[in-house]
């Protein structure tokens, strides 16, 4: 009941009929006039004192606030925004840089769709038992939080499948959580770019890593994919080595080439000799269409030069929004720390 009459008592300030100033009745009179008990009456009021619409002088009354914002008298009705002037926010340079990018929307379900698994044939009635079983044994440090590198048993379930799946060379200590693949992008795009410093990406390419780029103000070079995958020698002839390449050797995002060996290795020397990093996207190339998934480059790295991502969007579903990043000793450090920065630690319900 109260809420009512602070809702009807607000109005009445907000769209003039009330003026500052005006002297509200007192609260016995309110609450016989409207049958109303005095506690009501006096609640409705102390909500409108708390949030500055009324001041209560002592021994006189209630008294509508003089300091009221005029423009806030002057409203009318819920169009205001529209009436605004229209203004100009000082942005950041990296802001200025942001485009949306359009593959982060969701498209309707069809077949052949790049990205897309059959999520029409996922178990969900599986995945919400799991689930259900996974929250019922939930603890209480659970609820509270974790690590921001991610949860440990994953981590190490991760670092378990990656070796013998994909043939990744690395400890659970190397593995961090993420919210996909676009966010290890988005991390090592930040922890590794300033703006202005080159970045080599594959022609044509995946579109979610040219926006990641060209936000922190990279300079990207475009790399030719040739049947063996990211064309290094036409890369070397035609730019100067970058802080970071970008590829996708497992299954080339769009061509689906798969990057050979002869290839792979070569680019593994340069990189160690031109102190460029890799960042291999290891997305979706869990799917083939015959024999094995070839295993990563980065099973081939001697010199820590390879920062890996994978994702469960493709095997599982994209909303999870869950992915891995491995990256080298060194370097676990910086990344826990930028995403303690951010989120403090991904969402732990999941990764349970
Ligand atoms: C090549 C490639 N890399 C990365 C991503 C981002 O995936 P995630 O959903 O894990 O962020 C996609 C998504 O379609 C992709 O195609």
Redesign the pocket.
């Known amino acids: 009941m109260y809420r009512w009459l602070y809702g009807e008592l607000r109005a009445a300030i907000l769209d003039g009929r009330l003026r500052p100033g005006a002297r509200l009745p007192a609260t016995r009179d309110l609450a016989s006039a409207y049958h109303l008990s005095r506690a009501t009456i006096v609640t409705a009021f102390d909500q409108l004192k708390s949030e500055g619409y009324v001041e209560g002088r002592s021994g006189s009354g209630t008294y509508v606030s003089e300091v009221l914002p005029e423009h806030l008298l002057d409203v009318h009705g819920p169009h205001q925004e529209s009436r605004l002037p229209h203004r100009r926010i000082a942005l950041s340079s990296y802001a200025r840089r942001l485009q949306p990018f359009r593959?982060s929307v969701a498209r309707p379900l069809r077949a052949f769709r790049?990205?897309q698994p059959a999520l029409d044939l996922f178990p969900t009635n599986l995945w919400a038992q799991v689930a259900a079983r996974r929250l019922r044994r939930v603890s209480a440090s659970l609820l509270a939080g974790g690590e921001a590198l991610g949860y440990r048993p994953l981590r190490e379930a991760v670092a378990a499948y990656l070796n013998i799946s994909r043939g990744v060379k690395c400890t659970a200590e190397q593995v961090l959580i993420v919210?996909?693949?676009?966010?290890a992008?988005d991390r090592t795009a930040r922890i590794l770019l300033n703006p202005g410093e080159p970045v080599w990406m594959e022609e044509p390419g995946?579109p979610?890593?040219g926006v990641v780029f060209r936000a922190v103000g990279a300079r990207i070079r475009r790399v030719p994919v040739d049947a063996e995958g990211l064309a290094l020698a036409s890369g070397r002839k035609k730019w100067q080595a970058p802080r970071l390449v970008y590829a996708?050797p497992g299954h080339q995002?769009p061509l689906g080439v798969t990057m050979s060996l002869r290839r792979r290795l070569a680019l593994l020397e340069w990189a160690r000799r031109s102190g460029t990093l890799i960042f291999e996207?290891d997305?979706?190339s869990e799917y083939r269409y015959s024999g094995r998934p070839i295993p990563a480059m980065q099973g081939l790295d001697r010199s820590g030069v390879v920062i890996f991502a994978g994702?469960?969007?493709a095997v599982l579903f994209?909303a999870l929004?869950l992915?891995y990043l491995v990256v080298p000793p060194e370097m676990v450090d910086i990344f826990a720390a930028a995403e303690s920065v951010t989120t403090h630690h991904p969402p732990l319900l999941e990764q349970a």
Do not use: I, K
Not at 179 to 183: C, D, K, P
């Open positions: 593959g790049a990205h919210s996909g693949a676009q966010e992008l995946y979610g890593a996708t995002f996207d997305y979706d994702s469960f969007s994209p929004r992915g």
